[in-house]
């Protein structure tokens, strides 16, 4: 009889699942749910939980269905670490700025969880069960020197100095150990020069016992995975034989002893190891993980739960220390994951959660295998994924990076699903070379660059195209999959349409040479065994000397910080195709490396280069079926639009596409895209400054609703920029803002406009009213402008007597009148002076050694001079700064300075770099709005 | 008397000259054996100076190595060069070891660029700890030339210097890319 509990959501996901368009920002985008770990008594699950800016550790006890958060973390604090020391007890780590920070939470009776943050010095090492009571530690003394200690639990949480047992000093360092217990042995490892070397001892014993000893620069593989029993280990291996198999060795004759499992297919990339068995074995057989148990029981327990889960991959994470309760992950390729709670004595199975909780009503799309046979007899895999919606009828060739020793598999991947999702189709293959066939398939692949690998991908395409025709072919990858890409479209101009390629290599000769590094043998060697000997590396194709064959467009997309491709590869392939006056686009980044590290990057990058193949492609633009749908388009081209617009993203802002997309933006009815549009045309970004229709897209977007838009608009009619001061019409702007949250730069229009124009008493009690809550939550902005409100000519007296009042108490100002005794004064800049570090100083630009930038200062440096005796008294003095061109306003700032007189007081304003045209005066006020000095600088 | 000027003598043969970087976009190579260096600076903190050792020792200061990246052109005696010395500031320096990764060569009457030193300093409890590569930039280069020194790049044709071979400079100066 069935007696498992599966959870009624998935049938019913199953029946009501969507099939249209799926936000980008729920599919690239970090696992909402992850870092499940089971407690031993197999009770308690803990996990983390995602949210924008932190995440929670979470305990969930499976018997109470019951949720606790442990803790709280910032997102930068990344979790390093995170399991049971016994049924109470969870360690983790969290990664700090300077160093990583250990803690142990215990469970209290309540149910919550109590911290202690260990000492820093401390490593808790891992896999230690002992009585349950103690925790073992490597702690650093000195150099290399570190002492293992047991310490009690309960003594952590005493608020006394914790009880430690040390037992011995070890050189083995920081997170170079661990404990083995099913042979109760400490294992440490140590890496010299081109070794690794892995010992044991016990806790008890005293001195290091060798266990065996892995070199660097072996080809074959070999990797130690667990023990059988005291003298015996399990080991990965593919030295004698071709795909890597489980064996035994032997401890005692240093050798492989027996074979355990070996498949005549596939590499194995894990094995189990329970009570001295090895139970089951992994492998990628047709690009997913396949568990084969090498137990009866362990086969008996899989085909059960496998009827619950069909066509999902199930992984046993972990087991209590009875073996009644698993913890076990499921997924698909078109499934990131679920976990689940299985209790063998009740049969109770348990979802727990989906890794992306918001795709479960999502239908993603389905991959299929393809198989076949290059001309020298080479079996080939490769997957293709078919759109469910949208279908662009465009296949999308993605070589995977690498060449040799990487694979493509065919599990959930974000960015396929994402391409898929908008209608395109996605091959990939796993050409000679490719991981997982054994080392020979691996070895066909060297050296066999720009030829052979680029034939297997076409063998695939070949047989794709037997059962599905396409209007449209591109190539697009990352890395080695970028070179691949322009290979095949140089190849095969008539079979291409486009590329689109990705932090890769584009020079084969140039990855000798790439730094003063490559020269070193290693390097060398390790180049070598990708792409061939170096002496035949000039004779390998590479795209940029083969430019001038490329007859499609290309995307090229690079990091500056690239140290695996270098950037170099990137940007003198771009120069050439510039050269040959071909179709090139680039999307180089500033700051990224080999791929980008953020989501929200990674989002934009992909959303790019759908833009690119909709253009180049001259495809059809998606068509939304509803209102959400139309949202999700328009949320894309806004991200898109900022991407180019930011300053530091791109290594060269691209203004025109951000106007380009904000105006997709704008057409779609964003009242975002019509505010950022008016924000490039008040600052002159990449268009000449067009305050008209700047004022046009802020009334646009206003109508709409949008409350920057209405505050811009508002500030326009305010100050008069480009249009005639109105108060009446900022008014009304601002009455019609209903959202009641914090915005700052209403709340300081809302002062000004009450102090200045009040309509009502109620205006005129917030004038004073205001400053006072204001100057809690943004204090810079308050002041600067109650500075500008105490000097302007449109606040009445009465107003200002009471805002002088406000800021004289506020911050204990004594005399109010003063003289200026100047000792610096005119246009400067920062000049560096070698010292200590290094200094940097003002000067007179015409005595500027070393400048850091161009950018000048209109400088003032002067003592403030009190009537009669100023010894301790503080004053305050209001700076303004005017930017003029052709003697009109062009801008304007106010702040406040405050305190006492004894040193000399500096103001520096940093004048807009190449702005030659622009004329900036200072203005020094007292404290009642009266001038006291004012000069000129030059910005030419 | 002999002695000090013999002692001046080898106290002057081991000294560097200071050079500045060429700003103008005039060719300066009069001497037949000489040629020009280009060298990029790519670092996270302002340096005093470097030091390079060949066939003129020469120095180059903190007027052309502050913070971020530079390139540098110098007009030098051709011949190869080796990155000795790093001066952080007044107080940290630091001699360069691998000597043979950090030589270049200057042909005569070519520009000759060496790669760009790429330099990350990172303070830690009142030490200087820093990385250091030479990375072969060409393509950035060449593209600094033909803004900053089109009548020099026009005149003379490119090479690259650095550890390694490389035909791209080259290449493109015989518009045979």
């Known amino acids: ?940 | 008397m002999k002695y000090l000027i013999l002692l001046i003598a080898i106290l002057m043969s081991g000294c560097a000259t200071n050079v500045e970087s060429i700003k103008d976009d005039k060719d300066v190579l009069v001497q037949e054996d000489s040629g020009y260096l280009l060298l990029g600076i790519d670092s996270t903190m302002s340096l005093k100076s470097i030091v390079l050792e060949g066939p003129q020792n020469i120095r180059i200061t903190h007027k052309d190595l502050t913070e971020g990246s530079n390139h540098i052109l110098l007009a030098l005696k051709a011949g190869d060069y080796q990155l000795t010395q790093i001066e952080f500031s007044n107080y940290y320096k630091t001699d360069v070891d691998d000597r043979e990764y950090w030589t270049f060569s200057i042909t005569p009457g070519e520009i000759n660029y060496a790669g760009d030193i790429e330099l990350r300093t990172k303070w830690f409890v009142r030490s200087l700890r820093f990385n250091m590569e030479l990375i072969n930039n060409s393509s950035i280069a060449l593209d600094f030339l033909k803004t900053n020194f089109p009548t020099i790049l026009s005149s003379k044709s490119i090479a690259y210097g650095g550890p390694g071979e490389d035909d791209y400079l080259h290449l493109w100066s015989e518009k045979s890319l």
């Open chain 1, 1 to 940: 009889m069935k007696q498992f509990f599966v959870a009624c959501c998935i049938f019913i996901y199953s029946s009501i699942a969507q099939a249209g368009l799926i936000d980008s920002q729920k599919l690239l985008t970090a696992p909402e749910y992850a870092q499940f770990a089971l407690s031993p008594d197999g009770d308690n699950v803990t996990y983390i939980q995602r949210a924008a800016k932190s995440y929670l550790i979470v305990n969930y006890n499976v018997k109470e269905e019951a949720a606790v958060a442990v803790k709280n973390v910032h997102h930068s604090n990344m979790l390093l670490d995170k399991y049971w020391i016994n049924n109470d007890v969870l360690f983790f780590e969290l990664e700090g700025k300077r160093f990583d920070h250990s803690f142990i939470a215990k469970k209290t009776q309540s149910g919550k969880f109590k911290e202690v943050r260990l000492d820093k010095y401390w490593t808790v090492i891992r896999g230690y069960k002992g009585d349950g009571k103690h925790i073992l530690i490597s702690e650093w003394k000195r150099n290399t020197q570190y002492q293992v200690s047991l310490v009690q639990i309960e003594s952590l949480f005493s608020h006394q100095r914790p009880k430690k047992k040390v037992l011995f000093t070890s050189n083995y360092g920081d997170g170079y150990m661990f404990y083995e217990s099913s042979v109760d042995q400490l294992i440490g490892y140590k890496s010299e020069e081109k070794e690794v070397t892995v010992s044991s001892r016990s806790l008890e014993g005293s001195k290091w016992v060798p266990l065996l000893t892995m070199n660097f620069e072996e080809r074959d593989f070999f990797a130690p995975i667990g023990f059988l029993d005291n003298r015996t280990m399990v080991v990965l291996s593919n030295r004698d034989s071709d795909k890597i198999s489980v064996y035994k060795y032997s401890l005692d004759d240093k050798k492989i002893s027996g074979l355990i499992y070996g498949n005549n297919t596939y590499d194995v990339t894990d094995a189990r190891i329970e009570e001295g068995r090895v139970v089951s074995v992994t492998y990628m057989k047709h690009g997913k993980p396949h568990h084969e148990y090498l137990s009866k029981e362990r086969e008996a327990f899989k085909g059960r739960l496998s009827k619950e889960l069909e066509g999902q991959v199930l992984t046993t994470l972990d087991i209590d220390q009875d073996r009644n309760s698993y913890l076990l992950h499921a997924s698909s390729p078109t499934h990131a994951g679920t976990w689940y709670h299985f209790n063998s004595v009740d049969n109770k199975f348990t979802r727990l959660i989906s890794a992306y909780e918001e795709l479960e009503s999502y239908k993603l799309a389905s991959t299929q295998l393809i198989k076949a046979t290059s001309k020298d007899g080479i079996k080939l895999e490769g997957w293709l994924t078919q759109p469910r919606v949208n279908n662009r009828n465009t296949l999308i060739v993605m070589p995977h990076g690498g060449p040799i020793g990487v694979q493509d598999s065919n599990e959930f991947r974000h960015e396929i699903q994402l391409l898929a999702n908008r209608g395109f189709t996605v091959l990939r293959v796993n050409f000679r070379g490719s991981s997982g066939y054994g080392k020979e398939f691996q070895k066909l692949g060297v050296g066999a660059l720009g030829g052979e690998i680029e034939s297997d991908i076409l063998t695939v395409i070949d047989k794709v195209n037997e059962q599905y025709s396409f209007k449209h072919t591109c190539a697009m990858g990352a890395s080695y999959g970028g070179y691949s890409s322009v290979m095949l479209a140089i190849n095969e101009s008539q079979r291409f349409d486009c590329v689109v390629a990705a932090y890769g290599i584009y020079d084969i000769p140039y990855l000798f040479s790439s730094s003063n590094f490559h020269g070193k043998e290693e390097f060398q060697s390790k180049i070598e065994g990708a792409v061939g000997s170096k002496e035949e590396a000039s004779s390998k194709p590479s795209p940029v000397y083969l430019a001038s064959k490329l007859n499609v467009p290309i995307f090229l997309i690079a990091g500056r910080r690239d140290y695996v491709a270098h950037f170099e590869h990137s940007n003198r392939f771009k120069q050439v195709l510039d050269m040959h006056n071909k179709d090139v686009e680039t999307l180089f980044f500033k700051k990224v490396g080999h791929g980008q590290s953020q989501w929200y990057r990674q989002r934009q990058e992909t959303l790019a280069v759908i833009d690119f193949l909709e253009r180049k492609l001259n495809l059809p633009k998606l068509v939304p079926d509803s209102d959400d749908e139309k949202e999700i388009l328009t949320r894309e081209l806004i991200e898109t639009a900022e991407m180019y617009y930011a300053e530091d993203v791109l290594l060269e802002p691209n203004y025109k596409l951000a106007m380009h997309f904000n105006k997709q933006a704008a057409e779609q009815g964003s009242a975002e895209g019509l505010y950022n549009l008016g924000l490039i045309n008040q600052y002159g970004k990449g268009v000449e400054t067009d305050l008209e229709q700047a004022r046009e897209y802020f009334q646009q977007s206003s109508e709409l609703g949008y409350r920057d838009a209405k505050v811009a608009l508002a500030k326009m009619y305010f100050h008069g920029i480009g249009v005639e001061r109105e108060t009446d019409k900022v008014h009304d702007i601002l009455d019609s803002i209903t959202e009641i949250t914090e915005h700052q730069q209403e709340s300081l229009l809302r002062l000004m406009l009450y102090c200045q124009a009040p309509k009502s008493d109620k205006h005129q009690a917030r004038c004073l009213d205001y400053p006072k809550d204001f100057v809690k939550k943004f204090e810079q902005g308050t002041i600067g402008t109650l500075a500008r409100l105490i000097v302007s000519a449109e606040t009445p007296q009465g107003v200002k007597d009471n805002l002088i009042k406000f800021v004289s108490e506020l911050y204990e100002i004594n005399d109010v009148k003063f003289k200026l005794n100047t000792r610096k004064m005119g246009t400067y800049v920062w000049s560096r002076h070698p010292g200590y570090g290094w200094r940097d100083k003002l000067v007179p630009v015409e005595d500027a050694e070393v400048t850091m930038d161009n950018t000048k200062q209109c400088y003032l440096e002067a003592f403030v001079d009190l009537e009669g005796f100023d010894g301790g008294k503080r004053t305050a003095a209001i700076m303004r700064w005017e930017a003029f061109k052709d003697g009109k306003l062009e801008d304007d700032s106010y702040t406040l300075y405050r305190g006492k007189t004894s040193k000399a007081w500096q103001y520096a304003v940093s004048m807009k770099e190449g702005a030659t045209d622009l004329l900036y005066k200072v203005s020094v006020f007292n404290l009642h709005g009266e001038l006291v000095d004012s000069f000129e600088c030059n910005n030419n």
